[in-house]
C-alpha cells in the first residue's frame, strides 16, 4: 500500500510538470532606427500560459483556449519609399530596425544596390537576405507548443526585388 502511495504521488507530480512544457516566453528585444540616425531600444515577444489559457502580443494578454497558429508582423513602405511603418515596434515611421526574437533575428536597413531595389531595403531572416515586391511586406510567426516553429517574410523576393 505504501508503495502504491509513492506511486501515485510520483504520478501526481509529473502532471503538472508536462502541462507546464506547453508554457513559453519569448521577450523580443529590439532597436529602431529613425531617419535622423537616432535609435530606441523596443520590447515585442511573444508568450503563452496554458493553465491560464493566456496569450502575450507585446505588452497585451489575450484570453485564448489554444495558442494561435500563427501571428503577422506588418511592415509598410511610406509612399515615397523612403521609411516603413511597423506598428508592433513604433507609432510612425522609421527607417529600419534589428529585432531578436527567441533564436531568430530579422532586421530591415537601407542599402544602395547597383540594380534598382525597391526603397533600397534589404530585410534580414537568419542571415538571408530578402527584398521588397510591393509597399506592404509581412513577417509571419508561426507557433508550436514550444513557441516559435518557423519564421517567414511574405511580400519579398531573393531575387532584389528587380525583376517583376
Not at 532586421?107 to 534589404?122: M, T
Not at 508550436?144 to 518557423?150: F, K, L, S
Request: glycine residues 8%; hydrophobic residues 40%.
Amino acid at each position: 500500500m505504501k508503495s502504491l502511495l509513492h506511486i501515485i504521488t510520483f504520478i501526481g507530480l509529473l502532471l503538472p510538470s508536462y502541462s507546464a512544457l506547453a508554457d513559453f516566453s519569448l521577450p523580443g528585444k529590439g532597436t529602431i532606427t529613425y531617419s535622423t540616425g537616432i535609435q530606441k531600444n523596443f520590447e515585442f515577444g511573444f508568450a503563452w500560459q496554458q493553465k491560464a489559457e493566456q496569450f502575450k502580443i507585446g505588452a497585451k494578454s489575450y484570453a485564448m483556449q489554444s495558442i494561435p497558429s500563427s501571428y503577422s508582423v506588418a511592415i509598410t513602405l511610406s509612399k515615397d519609399e523612403s521609411q516603413v511603418w511597423v506598428q508592433e515596434f513604433n507609432n510612425g515611421f522609421i527607417e529600419g530596425f534589428n529585432w531578436q526574437i527567441g533564436e531568430h533575428t530579422v532586421w530591415l536597413k537601407k542599402q544602395k544596390f547597383s540594380d534598382r531595389v525597391k526603397g533600397d531595403y534589404v530585410i534580414e531572416l537568419n542571415n538571408r537576405s530578402y527584398f521588397f515586391t510591393r509597399n506592404n511586406a509581412s513577417i509571419v510567426i508561426n507557433f508550436n507548443e514550444d513557441g516559435i516553429e518557423t519564421i517567414a517574410i511574405d511580400g519579398v523576393t531573393k531575387n532584389m526585388g528587380t525583376k517583376n
